[in-house]
């Protein structure tokens, strides 16, 4: 049993912190609406308000790497022995970029790194939160904005044998534009209605989606509420899920215990469960024979 | 454009929409057929595809049996009896005679499985366990051109059936093709456990 008392403690003192601030922004807002005199106490304590909270949400901010360095560590080296975790990193933007599946961001940021094998399929997966800048002009000038089109994880499964031609599907609208790609039909009308298929080698997208491949992708989609991306490019699998979650990340309101290290493993089972769904530790994926 | 038509006669408005009619259902007409006719390419395709697999498969049994000589005689003889078309597939071969092909060699695959699970010290041998990938691989090979070819035949089956297309097929005498059915004995094939 892991002790949380001093992490809770801690995450508590933060709590207040934020809880105090907010209520001086608030009194602020109050009295700056006043007005005359009291107005000017009123920003005061809008800016005290404002430090305290700061405060505490940078204090909350350290506890959540301490968090992820003292336990979640020690969790994902638990489940996948030999691996790798890096809070504060995320993959490169042209890692990222390279399977197509996602446009190309005007904000990037990238955290919980992990890096591991599984049955000798070898994984790499983060967080990622892609932005694209809007620009309003209104009569008071011009205003710039940023609107999230991407909060979800990244996976990379990297297997022995390599494929002929490309495979893209997508569950949804495509967020790039494959010129090389045409759209497939699957012989199965409930694949067709969930996902879109795109590939370069008809042979080869039939050789990789069997039936089974097939519904385990509808289970994945089923298992992990958002959208689903995956493409198969050479000896890559990449994955996307946009489920608007920002994955091991403590919450300062709720109290760190068994429960949050249980919901933990679960995200991190997700890899585990790819893996064996999606048998992409079977013949057609570590066979080096050589493709017809 | 209003006074176009203004000076025109009510024989002449007529005659254009009968003209407007004709050209629609014209390039109508030319739009399927050249459908179904990229259609049968694909499907012609995939029948090739299936070919290429057949001829794969055929390839590993042999050398699987070459390995096994003394061990599977009669699969042997079972592989003897589909040797005439050892060179590869001839192109007047119809989709039933590669059906019989593709059951002989599954047949003979599962013979192959069950002599295996009789010579405990086949299995440890690394070339037959190579061997059995590949066989393993053809297969998997063969199961993507048959459901490929199958998905393209279904596509222009629906075009074939399906009121007004089928008024097309009809006037340029395209038929319904036939599915490659997958026999119970490949499917059993796939499953092997080596």
Redesign the interface.
């Known amino acids: 049993m892991n002790d949380f008392t001093s992490l809770n403690q801690e995450r508590k003192k933060c709590a207040n912190y934020v809880v105090i601030g907010g209520f001086l922004i608030f009194v602020g807002i109050i009295l700056f609406m006043l007005g005359d005199v009291i107005s000017i106490f009123g920003v005061i304590f809008f800016i005290a308000g404002g430090i305290v909270a700061g405060i505490g949400a940078g204090k909350f901010q350290q506890i959540k790497y301490r968090f992820k360095n003292e336990y979640l560590k020690k969790i994902i080296q638990d489940v996948y022995q030999n691996s790798t975790y890096d809070p504060k990193n995320g993959l490169p933007m042209a890692r990222v970029y390279r399977s197509g599946l996602l446009k190309k961001a005007d904000r990037f940021h990238s955290e919980d790194l992990i890096r591991g094998s599984f049955e000798d399929v070898k994984f790499e997966t983060c967080d990622l939160k892609l932005e694209e800048r809007h620009v309003r002009h209104t009569k008071n000038g011009t205003q710039v904005y940023y609107v999230t089109y991407f909060l979800g994880r990244f996976f990379e499964f990297e297997f022995p044998k390599s494929f002929k031609g490309k495979i893209v599907v997508t569950e949804g609208a495509i967020l790039t534009w494959f010129t090389d790609l045409k759209k497939m039909e699957m012989e199965s009308v409930e694949f067709n209605k969930k996902f879109k298929t795109y590939s370069n080698d008809e042979h080869n997208t039939f050789y990789v989606l069997t039936p089974h491949l097939m519904e385990s992708l509808m289970d994945l989609e089923r298992q992990n509420p958002g959208t689903i991306a995956c493409s198969f490019d050479g000896n890559r699998l990449t994955i996307v899920i946009n489920n608007n979650r920002d994955t091991f990340e403590l919450k300062l309101f709720s109290e760190i215990n068994e429960m949050s290290i249980i919901s933990m493993k679960k995200e991190l089972e997700v890899i585990q469960n790819i893996i064996e769904e999606l048998r992409l530790n079977r013949n057609i994926f570590i066979n080096k024979e050589e493709n017809i | 454009m209003k006074l176009v038509f203004l000076s025109l006669g009510n024989g002449s408005i007529i005659a254009i929409v009968v003209v407007a009619l004709i050209l629609i259902i014209v390039f109508w007409y030319i739009g399927v057929m050249n459908r179904l006719r990229q259609l049968e390419v694909k499907v012609e395709e995939?029948e090739s595809?299936i070919d290429?697999?057949l001829t794969?498969r055929f390839d590993a049994l042999t050398k699987m049996l070459e390995t096994t000589k003394g061990y599977a005689k009669h699969e042997s003889e079972t592989l003897e009896k589909v040797i005439k078309w050892r060179n590869g597939i001839p192109s007047d071969a119809s989709l039933q005679d590669k059906q019989e092909f593709a059951n002989s060699l599954a047949k003979v695959a599962n013979g192959i499985n069950v002599v295996v699970e009789q010579y405990p010290d086949l299995k440890a041998n690394t070339m037959f366990n190579n061997l059995q990938?590949?066989i393993?691989?053809?297969e998997?090979?063969l199961?993507?051109?048959r459901?490929?070819f199958?998905?393209n035949v279904?596509?222009i089956n629906q075009i074939i059936v399906t009121f007004p297309q089928s008024i097309v097929a009809n006037a340029i005498h395209m038929q319904k093709k036939n599915f490659f059915e997958a026999e119970e004995a490949k499917r059993q094939d796939v499953k092997m456990n080596f």
Request: no cysteine.
């Open positions: 995939a595809g290429v697999a794969k990938n590949s393993m691989d053809t998997e090979h199961q993507a051109a459901r490929l199958n998905s279904r596509a």
